[in-house]
């Protein structure tokens, strides 16, 4: 762990196992950190906020562009732990790494324009100045499916808006967050800005970061169930809170759409990751007209992809994260196919003998998905295309919004008006329009109901980690 610019054990002296997810071996073992060790975090953290806070926006950038550069200088290294850790195709890696440097240089620049503004009274004597300021120490818990990216998405912001943060990784990707604060390190961070706290266990973490008194921010990524827990426990002690949860992508093809392209943008962003991302499509809403042509496209693409080990050429679906992910895949299917859907390809856990020790699933796609099945509602995380038959137009919105979740939602079309028209209806927080990544460091990422509170990214990312005051001057 790095706590107060300093590499430590645990408290209790104990390590957990971190496993390569493709092989199912040991990779390592790193410190189990326990609450008092997130307590010790937090402190340093607290001392180390009056100097950081105090420290120039100018001062505040130039450790960020140390971190930047010492990261594309490292990005082949840093995308090697991260395919060995967490699965994924090295180029996907590698794009993560880049993305993930992209927020450092992004909010560098972002921490010179933390700009107050002055408002002018109904009184002649009186000015208003509002300022913005840093809400001090922020908990931040990552997780493990862009356990390199979703780092940077956090520590940035909060260090250039002059906070200080510790920061708890997922339990099976840690080493990536070792990696990166090695850099955090060597970027020339102050001690105590930057601090990481590695578990096996992170319930005692997570409850002294919500009722720590010192803690005024809890910055979270993950599960929609952990992070409503997190957030009415830091709702009980007024904590600021920003959470970025799981989500239920509808992704709709208008009768309009090159069914062709849309289903090659389908057979890319759905398996990206293996199907592990919170902005990963669930629902291919397809119109009955191009329906056909779709599903044979998108089947055709899906069939011939390759599963393995992220490092082998030519694999472009990596493991899932462990057997309990397979499971619910496998489960989702099974209830799909015995009320009727039809098993276009895929459909089963992969066991071959490269595959046997790791946790692979089939690329699968699933056709007259209806409602009444659990794919229809569940999040899936996993490499499977469940395809809806819709027969107007006009019903697409209600079906698409007819969810929980309203993370990411794509809609293919020709058709101005009708993009207009997605745009504005979809309550969803991210929309890609003829588009399958509608993600960079300089735009907002968040959602609406079950998948979040907040946003990060773009200069709505950093006012998550200030505060706003009013000054009223008499003249
Ligand atoms: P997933 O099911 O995708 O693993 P989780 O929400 O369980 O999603 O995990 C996301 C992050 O939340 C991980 O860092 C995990 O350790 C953390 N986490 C899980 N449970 C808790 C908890 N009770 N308190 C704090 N963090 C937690």
Redesign the pocket.
Known sequence: MYIDGTWCASETNTTFDVFNPASGEKINAVADGTANDARRAIDAAGDAFPMWSKSTAYARAAFLINAHKIMLSRKEELAKTMTTEQGKPIKAARNEVQYAADFLLWYAEEAKRINGEVLPSARADQRFIILHQPVGVVAA?????YPISMITRKVAPALAAGCCIVL?????TPLCAIEMFKIFEEAGIPKGVVNLVT?SD??P???E?TTNPAVAKIT????T???K??AGKAGANMKRISLELGGHAPFIVCTDADPVHAAKGASLVKFLNTGQACISPNRFLVHASIYDAFVDTLSERVAKMQAGSGFDDGVNIGPL?NQAAIDKVDAQVTDATAKGAKLVTGGAQLTAANLANGHFYAPTVLGDVTPDMLIYREET?GPVAPIIKYHDDDDVLAMANDTNYGLAAYVYTQNLSRAMHMLEGLRFGIIGINDINPTSAAAPFGGMKDSGLGREGGKQGIMEYLETKTGGISI
């Open positions: 818990v990552t997780p493990w499916n708890k990784p997922a339990e099976a578990t992170p319930k973490i997570g409850e970061f979270f990524t993950g599960s169930a952990v992070g827990m997190l994260i995380f």
